[in-house]
């Protein structure tokens, strides 16, 4: 069976004023038909941008 999402290598950074701040480096997820997955981790490290770059908002 093939994974219904698969993402390899990932790499995503926002511009600031000092420069690049990257959220994303070298992402890599693979996800089931069925299958349940949560996305966790401090303010700032990239989950929203995660799943707006799945929903092709990014």
Do not use: N, Q
């Not at 480096?25 to 089931?32: A, F, I, N, R, S």
């Amino acid at each position: 069976m093939y994974p219904m999402i698969k993402i390899e290598g990932v790499r995503h950074a926002y511009k600031t004023a000092t420069g690049p701040l990257p959220v994303l480096d070298g992402l890599e997820l693979e996800l089931d038909e069925g299958g349940f997955v949560a996305v966790v981790g401090p303010s700032g490290c990239g989950k929203a941008t995660l799943l707006r770059m799945i929903a092709g908002l990014e």
